[in-house]
């Protein structure tokens, strides 16, 4: 069977997988920030340099939750979430419920984000805020992620595009979306067609995310230069 060139360019069966990846990727997002913007937050104050040193708690946010969780393969991790997702959403197939491995396996990889982001930020602020008698919580988002702010956006774009390639991942093993579209409907059932559809629509997702990031990003550094 040859590649039918018309039957490409109608891209008439993508709009489900969109969806489903569309679904999948962002809710993950959130549950994602959810977890690790807490998670990044404490391994900064908790560290040795930080606003409240805490030893302890940032060696076991550091080594047990963060790195731990982020050296397990994603497939892997799937497998081992299956329960989980099963107890939740009552079912182990499905974008729904594989929103479960897909936050779960991202949010370390947030938290370092996040993590990486606050250091960036001048100490010198951080100091003056101190002196001026700010609270802790008060530099931590008045101060801190505010300065944060275009490197946590660039992060979280990053963060998208990687949800991307994990749901793509996850589709394979009957989480749906585009990776379902391309590798389950599209290459084991002979159909090259919408293989490369999915394929397409996959590269002009992310295109779009990183666009819309990168001009998040440099809005907001612009506006910091006009004050």
Partial sequence: MGFDWIKFFQFQNMAQPLWETFYMVFSSTIV???IGLPIGILLVTSDEKGIKPNKTLHK???IVIVN???SIPFIILIVLLIPLSKLIFKYSFG???FIVPLSLGSAPFVARIIEGALKEVDEGLIEASKSMGAKTSEIIFKVMIPEALPSLVHGITLTLISL?????????IGGGGLGNAAVIDG???NNPELMWQATVVTIILVQIIQFIGDRIVRALLEKR???
């Avoid at 991307?164 to 394979?172: D, F, K, N, R, V």
């Fill in 225 to 227: 230069k006009r004050v």
């Fill in 95 to 97: 974008s729904v419920s």
């Fill in 187 to 189: 290459f084991q059932r």
């Fill in 60 to 62: 076991i946010l550091d």
């Fill in 68 to 70: 731990i969780t982020r």
């Fill in 164 to 172: 991307i390639g994990y749901s793509a991942m996850a589709g394979t």
């Fill in 32 to 34: 994602a920030l959810i």
